[in-house]
């Protein structure tokens, strides 16, 4: 479906296909189940970030009620505030401007 898109479009759709593989049937993760899928899937992003407040705030919520659950909406905001926090995306950066 996503043949002619964009990379930015394909980035999102994998990210929706891997929290739809591990989403119960009403598309919906309890928060330990999200904790540990952005600790497997996105742990290079993850990686470094445990001494950061706002990270150990966003962990922390997850392990609050761990049982409950969480949206797909949720989980992006997390993931796009994991991302935008660490320190690979920096790297990322470096990279892109001294090419």
């Known amino acids: 479906a996503l043949r002619k898109g ?3 479009e394909k980035a999102f759709a994998t990210a929706a296909l891997v929290y739809n ?3 119960d049937p009403e598309s919906k ?6 904790k540990s899928l952005l600790q497997s899937q996105f742990g ?3 990686q470094g970030q ?3 407040p706002k990270y150990q705030e966003i962990i ?3 392990d ?5 659950k969480i949206n797909f909406e949720d989980f992006m905001i997390l993931l796009v505030s994991l991302t935008l926090m660490s320190d ?4 990322i950066k470096n990279l892109k401007t001294t090419k």
């Open 88 to 91: 690979l995306l920096q790297e």
């Open 60 to 62: 922390s919520s997850l």
């Open 21 to 23: 593989s591990y989403a």
């Open 50 to 52: 445990e001494n950061k």
């Open 64 to 68: 609050e009620e761990s049982e409950n």
């Open 6 to 8: 964009s990379d930015l």
């Open 44 to 46: 290079h992003f993850m």
């Open 29 to 34: 993760l309890s928060k330990a189940e999200t």
